[in-house]
């Protein structure tokens, strides 16, 4: 807990330990079926984040079963399900309430060896930073709720959000790296700063250098901001010094509030081009080399043009 690591572990023997997560969200988009696939895609990842190998599954579910008809819930715990079995890992039951809106997600158990667990908070100055995933689905999400997204953007956002994080995590298995994360609901300046923080190192990143998908900036300026992301930049804008360049907008893009995001890996500099290609053999489609760990024991970011 003292440096928010992505899931509990549990050891069991020397050679053997428990990967244990929960994670449940609200819908983000209104196919059901798509819904499911995301919810378990963002409860799965945790799993992955700690270099772990998810195997069983517990469904959780609150819905509306007076508003509602049950096959909408059918639909979301086949999308579940299907996104769990492409995962290799089993749903083998769970538990429902009656609720207001709609609730899933997955309790989720992995296996793990004590000695290749992947931290949070093991970065080493000089580490070079990657990102697995583009950002902006808080922005999108909300355009969604005010049915200002066009369909070829929610299109292209359900496909980041429903793709897993399993060649990420294989990737940086085989290539070894220091430290990594997944990046959710405090988005990349949050998480970045739980690794600085408990890595007791600082970062240095290039806005430039991230990755976003097409047109989430111009919903940005369009004031199309959940508040999630404004409350996350205000938490960590203290730890941060921003190039001047870099406005509001560009700030918050930063601090958004994603759901089933990518991970953020922490690679020797010696094995950064071995991570690239380890990367892009796994079918990672999004490979940003983003910034690098430096030597800082106030955890501070520092955020470039």
Do not use: W
């Not at 909300?142 to 929610?154: M, N, Q, V």
């Amino acid at each position: 807990m003292s440096t928010a690591d992505d899931a509990a572990v549990y050891r069991l023997t020397p050679d053997l330990a428990l990967v244990q997560t929960v994670d449940y969200i609200t819908p983000l988009v209104d196919d059901p079926y798509q819904y499911g696939q995301i919810a378990a895609a963002n409860s799965i990842s945790d799993v992955y984040a700690m270099g772990g190998r998810p195997v069983l599954a517990l469904n959780i579910v609150a819905f509306p079963t007076d508003a509602l008809p049950m096959d909408v819930l059918g639909d979301i715990l086949r999308g579940g399900a299907d996104k769990a079995a492409e995962a290799d890992v089993r749903i083998i039951g769970g538990h429902s309430v009656d609720d207001k809106e709609p609730k899933y997600g997955l309790a989720v158990t992995g296996l793990v060896h004590p000695d290749r667990i992947l931290r949070n908070s093991t970065a080493r100055p000089g580490d070079r930073l990657f990102l697995t995933k583009p950002l902006g689905m808080g922005i999108i999400a909300t355009a969604i709720k005010r049915e200002r997204a066009s369909a070829d953007l929610i299109e292209r956002a359900v496909r980041v959000m429903t793709t897993l994080n399993k060649g990420a995590a294989l990737a940086a298995i085989e290539v070894g790296v220091d430290a990594c994360t997944d990046i959710t609901g405090f988005g990349l300046l949050g998480h970045l700063r739980e690794m600085t923080a408990g890595s007791r190192c600082g970062a240095r990143i290039g806005f430039h250098q991230v990755a976003f998908l097409d047109g989430v900036t111009e919903l940005a300026r369009q004031g199309l901001v959940p508040g999630g992301t404004q409350r996350n930049l205000a938490y960590v804008e203290p730890s941060v010094t921003f190039a001047a360049a870099l406005g509001s907008v560009e700030r918050l893009l930063l601090a958004d509030a994603q759901t089933s995001g990518g991970l953020l890996l922490a690679v020797p500099s010696a094995r950064a081009a071995r991570l690239r290609e380890a990367l892009r053999a796994q079918g990672v489609s999004t490979v940003a080399e983003i910034g690098e760990i430096v030597d800082d024991p106030s955890g501070r970011i520092t955020v470039g043009p």
